[in-house]
């Protein structure tokens, strides 16, 4: 109100001034031009003041909403948006039109809620339109029908993905503070959602009830002198967690399981069960980093997250069971940096020992076919019957 005043009265000075310094220079229709450019300016100022000015009788008003959602449109996670088509109804009681016809009305010269979306991001549409009507109890009721279409912000809870619900918040709140008017819901009517028009249905399911609620802005943001009314409609989805059941739990489930097949290599192969370990390894950090793509950054882990950490974590706990198992067997003995079998494997010698039995036998039998024959020993068979 100051703001309005000083501005009219800065204008009529600057205007009468420029026409005083300039009536005897100019004739009269240059004065007259100037002063209806003075007039038009203050009855803006007036109509602008008008329309934003607080009721009359100094009551608090009572805004009730409505709201249908026409459409939803997709929902950007990695954004924390999504699109909506709504259609959201003020209404709200106005003595000030009693008696009075449509064809009286002249709205910009009405009381105004001065309903804004708080959270759109960008708005593609935005209609309005004003109609008055009688009540039940036969009192004016104004309604105001707001048809916006836009992207909305969203904080989304990530803790449950993939398995989580969201609720998407169309945000409303009045310019006027709470000691003038309030937003509470539209009893007479319910809200309502259409799910045949939601174009992201692949990915979520779209539920049919909605939620509203009503509160003030916080102290924080505004001070204490200046809290605003605000009015939540709320659209409940939830994701559809079966494409990340099959393309990623299931996927890094095998690729842990074929992990394990390095411990049927043999072990003093070392070499080549770090190539199956490491390899598959890599291969599950590649997928974290393309999961980290679809998801905005946070500050928390999601169960996805966890899950995929711990298959990281058993990858990473048979890289270390591989090489302690090597050490602790001697495969990697300074001397045989290759991985072969050292000389003082026990495992090797017993190797040695059972070749040799072998070949014992073998020469006891041709010593006893020789006797059956009847035929003379060889001196290798002569030295072989002495040994024994």
Not at 3 to 9: I, P, Q
Request: net charge neutral; proline share 3%.
């Amino acid at each position: 109100m100051k703001a309005v005043a000083l501005a009219s009265a800065a204008a009529t000075r600057r205007y009468t001034y420029s026409a005083k310094m300039s009536a005897a220079s100019l004739d009269g229709n240059e004065v007259t031009k100037g002063m209806r450019k003075i007039q038009s300016m203050l009855r803006k100022f007036v109509e602008e003041e008008t329309e934003f000015s607080p009721r009359k009788d100094g009551k608090k008003v009572a805004v009730h909403i409505r709201c249908f959602i026409v459409q939803v449109g997709q929902i950007d996670t990695l954004k924390e948006e999504f699109a909506c088509d709504a259609v959201v109804e003020a209404f709200w009681e106005e003595p000030q039109l009693n008696g009075a016809t449509a064809e009286d009305i002249h709205w910009d010269d009405q009381w105004d809620p001065r309903i804004v979306f708080f959270n759109a991001v960008s708005i593609d549409r935005l209609e309005k339109q004003r109609v008055f009507f009688k009540g039940s109890s036969g009192q004016p009721w104004v309604r105001l029908t707001m048809h916006i279409k836009g992207k909305f912000k969203v904080a989304m809870q990530l803790f449950n993905f993939p398995f989580d619900h969201q609720e998407l918040k169309i945000e409303l709140m009045s310019d006027w503070s709470d000691t003038h008017m309030i937003l509470c819901p539209y009893l007479d009517e319910k809200d309502a959602i259409s799910t045949s028009t939601f174009s992201g249905g692949d990915e979520w399911y779209l539920h049919a009830h909605m939620m509203t609620c009503q509160g003030k802005t916080e102290t924080e943001i505004t001070g204490p002198d200046t809290i605003f009314p605000t009015y939540d409609v709320i659209i409940n989805v939830t994701r559809r967690w079966t494409y990340y059941f099959w393309n990623i739990f299931v996927i890094m489930f095998l690729i842990l399981l074929l992990t394990f097949s390095s411990f049927a290599l043999d072990t003093g192969a070392l070499e080549s069960r770090l190539d199956v370990t490491l390899t598959l390894l890599l291969t599950s950090v590649a997928f974290k980093l393309v999961l980290a793509q679809r998801l905005p950054t946070i500050s928390y882990l999601t169960l996805l997250d966890i899950y995929i950490l711990a298959v990281l974590t058993v990858q990473g706990l048979i890289v270390i069971l591989h090489t302690t198992m090597s050490v602790i067997t001697g495969h990697l003995h300074p001397g045989c940096p290759d991985g072969t079998r050292s000389d003082r494997d026990p495992s090797h010698h017993h190797v040695r020992h059972h070749e040799h039995g072998r070949g014992a036998a073998l020469q006891h039998r041709l010593v006893r076919r020789a006797r059956g024959a009847g035929r003379p020993l060889s001196r290798g068979a002569r030295h072989i019957h002495s040994c024994c």
